[in-house]
């Protein structure tokens, strides 16, 4: 699997939409669109756990 910077991902739990995010020192984060238009950022972790996480409980959308 393959990260990209933007893509979408929806979770399989909840079915809420992430958006896939990559910041300037290569961590990785998954962004929610808040109810207020603003964006709630999970913790950043490293490319591989995100590899892990996004594998584990989300579908690409």
């Given amino acids: 699997m393959r990260l ?4 979408f991902y929806t ?5 809420k939409l992430y958006r896939l995010n990559e910041d300037k020192n290569s961590s990785w984060y998954l962004s ?3 109810e207020e238009a603003d964006y709630h950022e999970t913790e ?3 490319g591989r756990d995100m590899i892990r996480l996004v ?3 989300f ?3």
């Fill in 4 to 7: 990209r910077n933007g893509d």
């Fill in 11 to 15: 979770n399989v739990n909840t079915n």
């Fill in 32 to 34: 929610l669109r808040g």
């Fill in 44 to 46: 950043k972790i490293s």
């Fill in 55 to 57: 594998e584990g409980s």
């Fill in 59 to 61: 579908k690409k959308s």
